[in-house]
């Protein structure tokens, strides 16, 4: 489609400065990333000193300057996703947006304040600014109109409730039979530590939860777009006023606001672990993380290929086949291969034994775990139960015994699906637009 | 002629190969009832289409409301209510949701939507299917709701495609009276129709169109007179004699091409006279029978029906 460029009304005109400020605002994060990345390159060359680079730009951080630079890139590419969620949703005239907005002002003070890192006052005070500016467009705002439509639809008479129920009484038949299977076998060896039969059923649990969002994530949003479509109700929104941002934000608000309720409607059947011991609450609210930033970029899968294709039917093999490919597939044979290789490389005497080699792999290996939730999940709480680690840590390579930062790696998955997430939502827009004439 | 509130010129629509519409001008008054008329397949849709902004044409422009379709189109739909030709439903709404729905997609605040909601409702008199579910409407009743759903926003033109096709004779009469309201209050209907007598019945205005192309368009009147060089008025006597007496006092009548003697039909005797002048001249030529105390039972003038017209202009090309 060629731009149009029609005259907006004033608040129109408003609104999209907005959005602009806030797309140069999530460009400038990504830029300051790179720099970063950049300049922890240049110190670990050896060029400029660490020190100084965490004294200029993470000043009240006390941990060692390689962690604090992690930390400054992950803060940047948290800040990305936000804004960029946000430009979205301003241009969609969501009012959620306003709160949000005011939000991550404050989120940033409070990183200026409590790690003294620099950009954040910037974010905080172009964040502040836009805030102060949406004040007055404050009644243009509202709730998605499209979300309302498709939440009175789904939650109506006793589909939305039964669903519940069944996914609830799945979810517990597979914790007593964990439950039953687990005692009797530890029955027959005469131990069984409660602890240990917690961590087990939470697993468990958490397991199938997993398993039904990979599943019903996609299904929700394949048929979003598609849907109108073949219903040919579609031809009758472009009529309206209701712009394309609003119409597949308020789509994917519905899908996922569903799943959500799905989530926390199965948050007291985890804590029954509790009863066992042996799970912390960092583990829940680590799971139910994983968990969440899971179905936010499964549905936005499902709804971008929604939008690119004619029929439901084909949008959902698609899908499928997409988050399979790239979310188990591919890892499990690069790690085959990153592990052969790297059995090959560090054995004891090789030439390409190195410091440098090894943290290649290690960091590879990091990015192959954040690809799937389920090795995302399992590593993240090995590292909390074995090390201790929520969050950075440092990792002591085995040729020199010098040290790398490293993270969790449930925070690189989280960064790298919102990322993705981000990026299938605007293509999604886009794809909607073109697809129109 | 009043001002006019949709107008194209020279819109081409192509489909790969396939012209659709063919350099197409419209010309739509203000607070007419235009009646789009051909056979299927003629273009009438994408030309809809191509008002509604919901496809660009290939060449050529269009104005609804003064605004141009190509680089205005939310202040085209801002004017402009449309209803295709398929009623698209959401399952699992009711008819007041429904309403709802559509009117917050036109930036209507919450606050005013239930009023607005109920309005519409008395006016397509579905106030009490207000909680029913759309599903379950009838087909009528649906094109009703879908009607109430174009005047959310209050336009100043709809655009209906087929609006009563599919509908049962009654539902078709509702539908008819409910455009004449429309009209009444002010609004531009332009829709499109193969159905003759939806258009004889209610439009002031009528555009033909054949293969992607407008073949004949103008007022009603004018384009009755433009196809039709006189007026037809058949006058029923009840003797032979009267016959005869209206023969001799109308050969030598003002205007009068022509007059004939047709079959008796059920015992009845028939005159037909061609006639070429106004109305005041048929108000003549019945008190001059009058006067000449002829036994008449009836005096009607035949509107030449809107078919023969159109048999006349068509040729039945297909594009």
């Known amino acids: ?437 | 002629m009043s001002e006019l509130i949709i107008q194209t010129k020279n819109l081409v629509k192509k489909f790969g190969k396939f012209t659709a519409v063919n350099g197409l001008s419209l010309e739509v008054p203000a607070g007419s009832i235009y009646g789009f008329v051909g056979p299927n397949g003629a273009g009438k849709t994408t030309t809809m289409r191509m008002l509604t902004t919901l496809t660009r044409p290939t060449t050529g422009e269009a104005w609804v409301n003064g605004h141009s379709v190509l680089e205005e189109p939310r202040a085209v739909r801002k004017s402009i209510g449309y209803m295709p030709d398929e009623f698209g439903v959401y399952d699992d709404m009711r008819v007041w949701e429904y309403l709802d729905f559509f009117a917050a997609c036109y930036d209507i605040p919450e606050a005013e939507r239930k009023r607005l909601i109920d309005d519409l409702l008395q006016l397509v008199d579905l106030t009490h299917r207000r909680d029913d579910m759309v599903d379950k409407l009838s087909r009528g009743m649906k094109q009703r709701l879908s009607l109430a759903r174009t005047l959310a926003h209050d336009p100043s033109v709809l655009i209906l495609d087929e609006p009563a096709s599919g509908l049962d004779p009654r539902a078709r009469v509702e539908i008819r009276e409910l455009l004449v309201e429309l009209a009444k209050m002010g609004k531009t209907i332009f829709f499109s129709t193969h159905i003759l007598a939806d258009v004889s019945e209610i439009c002031t205005h009528i555009g033909i169109v054949e293969a992607g192309q407008m073949i004949a368009q103008g007022s009603m009147d004018d384009m009755r007179a433009q196809l039709q060089p006189h007026r037809e008025i058949t006058v029923t006597l009840l003797t032979q004699e009267a016959v005869e007496a209206v023969k001799t006092l109308m050969s030598g009548f003002e205007g009068v091409a022509n007059v004939a003697e047709l079959e008796p039909k059920g015992g009845r005797f028939r005159v037909r006279i061609d006639y070429t002048g106004g109305d005041e001249g048929v108000a003549a030529i019945s008190q001059k029978l009058h006067s000449a105390n002829v036994a008449i039972l009836g005096f009607t003038e035949e509107t030449k029906d809107l078919e023969a017209m159109f048999m006349r202009v068509t040729k039945g090309i297909v594009s």
């Open chain 1, 1 to 437: 489609m060629t731009a149009i460029a029609e005259a907006l009304s004033p608040r129109d005109t408003h609104l999209a400065d907005a959005a602009r400020w806030l797309r140069r605002g999530a460009l400038l994060n990504g830029v300051i990333a790179l720099i970063t990345l950049l300049l922890g390159i240049l110190a670990a060359a050896r060029i400029i000193p660490f020190e100084t680079l965490r004294a200029g730009l993470l000043f009240n951080y006390a941990g060692s300057a390689d962690t604090a630079l992690a930390i400054m890139i992950l803060l940047a590419l948290i800040n990305v996703s936000f804004m960029l969620v946000l430009t979205v949703g301003v241009l969609a005239r969501e009012i959620w947006t306003f709160p949000v907005l005011w939000l991550l002002a404050v989120a940033n003070i409070g990183l200026l304040f409590a790690l003294g890192w620099l950009v954040a006052g910037l974010n905080a005070v172009l964040c502040a600014w836009l805030g102060v500016r949406l004040v007055r467009e404050l009644s243009s705002l509202r709730v998605n109109p499209v979300m309302i439509k498709e939440l009175r639809g789904r939650m109506r008479g006793v589909r939305a409730f039964a669903v519940i129920t069944v996914y609830l009484g799945l979810m517990s038949g597979f914790a007593a039979l964990i439950y039953l299977v687990y005692a009797a076998g530890n029955r027959a060896s005469g131990s069984a530590a409660a602890g240990e039969i917690g961590r087990v059923l939470f697993l468990g649990i958490v397991g199938i939860e997993l398993l039904l969002i990979i599943f019903i994530a996609p299904a929700f949003t394949a048929g979003a777009i598609t849907g109108e479509r073949e219903r040919q109700t579609y031809d009758l929104l472009r009529t309206t006023l209701l712009s394309t941002p609003s119409f597949v934000i308020g789509k994917l608000e519905s899908a996922l606001g569903y799943i959500l309720l799905l989530l926390l409607a199965a948050i007291p059947l985890q804590s029954i672990a509790f009863l066992f011991g042996g799970v912390t609450e960092a583990e829940l609210v680590l799971s139910f993380i994983i968990l969440t930033v899971t179905a936010v970029a499964l549905g936005t899968v499902g709804i971008y290929f929604s939008s690119t294709l004619a029929r439901t039917l084909n949008a959902s093999v698609r899908a499928y086949s997409a988050i399979l490919a790239v979310m188990f597939v591919a890892p499990v044979v690069l790690g085959v291969v990153l592990r052969l290789f790297s059995n090959l490389f560090s054995n004891q005497g090789s030439l390409l034994f190195s410091p440098v080699m090894e943290t290649v792999f290690k960091y590879a290996d990091l990015l192959l775990t954040s690809i799937n939730p389920i090795a995302t999940g399992l590593t993240s709480q090995q590292l909390l139960i074995n090390q201790n680690v929520l969050g950075f840590y440092q990792f002591t390579l085995a040729s020199n015994g010098s040290t790398i930062p490293l993270v969790a790696p449930w925070i690189s998955f989280a960064v790298l699906y919102l990322a993705l997430s981000a990026a299938l939502i605007v293509f999604t827009i886009r794809s909607t637009r073109e697809t129109e004439l």
